[in-house]
């Protein structure tokens, strides 16, 4: 499993509304709070379509 | 061809020859690479003698990636593209220094990308599952966007410039590469029996499908001509666009300057 780089967080923003994510390492995920949605991150690589996205809970810490 | 301008549920598109629902269509265009992503290299070079080589390497010396540079390749696939302007920024930064390029490739299909680092390894290039439509990058944030044979599957072609255009740097360079129209008649007569007569059952052979190619060589006849996308180009911002025809104009590259 390999990691993500850093550096490629640095300029990735929601594709819906363009604002910044927060990844989260256990889960493997990228988090866009504005849009309740956690897009996940597979072997390393961001997958960053709406429709692979994870829906937030509504209490859902991150 | 059928222009998509809104995602009502009754408008239709093109899927090859076929019309089906906007919605459909890019699922449809995911399962065909699907089915031939681990092939996919191999019948590039059997459907196109081997030049597609030749057209790559035109766009990555007509680019000419600088050090210190972001540059997407978008519908990059298997990286095909990307590590000749990895290669090209590697030598430049070796000779003149400064700090390395990044190369972003961009795909809407996870097999394609997971077969490009799993057959050629990540090559230092940094790899996404990304929608041509809503790209993940903040305005003015490329030096370079490309496309190689991609912008076809694209659903809303419009939409897809008119985010590249956004992403870019003013100054920011743009190119696509993609089938057109042969110029002359006789090529094009040649060309059609080549593409449907030829390349499904080739298609069925390499790859175990005759679908998924069937569909390619429906789309490459179905997309506008070189003047049509040329005007697409101007008409999502862009400036001073640029056309080369390869192979009689069986490809061609559409080259265009960001100006904002």
């Known amino acids: 499993m390999s990691e993500i780089d850093p550096k490629l967080l640095e300029v990735l923003v929601c594709p819906l509304n363009r604002t910044r994510l927060i990844y989260n390492k256990e889960r493997q995920e990228l988090i866009s709070k504005s849009a309740r949605l956690a897009y996940p991150i597979r072997d390393g690589v961001p997958i960053m379509l709406e429709n692979e996205a994870r829906e937030l809970e509504a209490d859902e810490k991150y | 061809m059928t222009k998509t301008t809104s ?5 239709t598109t093109s899927f090859g020859f076929q019309e089906v629902p906007v919605a459909e269509k890019a699922s449809k265009v995911r399962d065909v690479f699907d089915k031939v992503a681990s092939k996919y290299d191999i019948m590039n070079d059997i459907m196109s003698f081997g030049l597609h ?19 997407i390749d978008m519908a990059g696939g298997t990286g095909d ?19 390395p390029a990044r190369i972003i490739v ?39 966007y490309v496309i190689s044979f991609g912008i076809r599957n694209v659903t809303n072609i419009p939409k897809a410039l008119r985010e590249a255009f956004r992403v870019l740097k003013n100054g920011g360079r743009f190119y696509c590469l993609e089938f057109s129209k ?47 996308f040329k005007k697409m ?27 904002k």
């Open chain 2, 106 to 144: 961009c795909d809407i299909n996870e097999e394609m990308i997971m077969a490009g680092r799993a057959q050629r390894g990540e090559g230092g290039l940094e790899w996404m599952v990304v929608d041509a439509e809503t790209l993940p990058f903040e305005d003015n944030s490329a030096d370079a």
């Open chain 2, 182 to 228: 042969p110029t002359d008649d006789f090529l094009q007569s040649m060309y059609d029996v080549w593409s449907f007569k030829a390349i499904p059952k080739i298609g069925g052979m390499i790859a175990g499908d005759e679908q998924p190619y069937q569909y390619l060589v429906e789309s490459i006849a179905k997309f506008p001509d070189q003047l049509t």
């Open chain 2, 81 to 99: 593209l990307a590590r000749r302007f990895k290669k090209i920024a590697d030598r430049a930064q070796y000779r003149n220094g400064g700090d």
């Open chain 2, 53 to 71: 080589r030749q057209w790559k390497d035109a766009v990555a010396a007509r680019l000419n990636p600088r050090p210190g540079e972001t540059i």
């Open chain 2, 7 to 11: 995602q009502s549920a009754n408008e």
């Open chain 2, 233 to 259: 180009i101007e008409d999502a911002g862009f400036s001073r666009v640029g056309i080369t025809n390869f192979a009689g104009g069986i490809v061609a590259m559409h080259g265009a300057w960001v100006i």
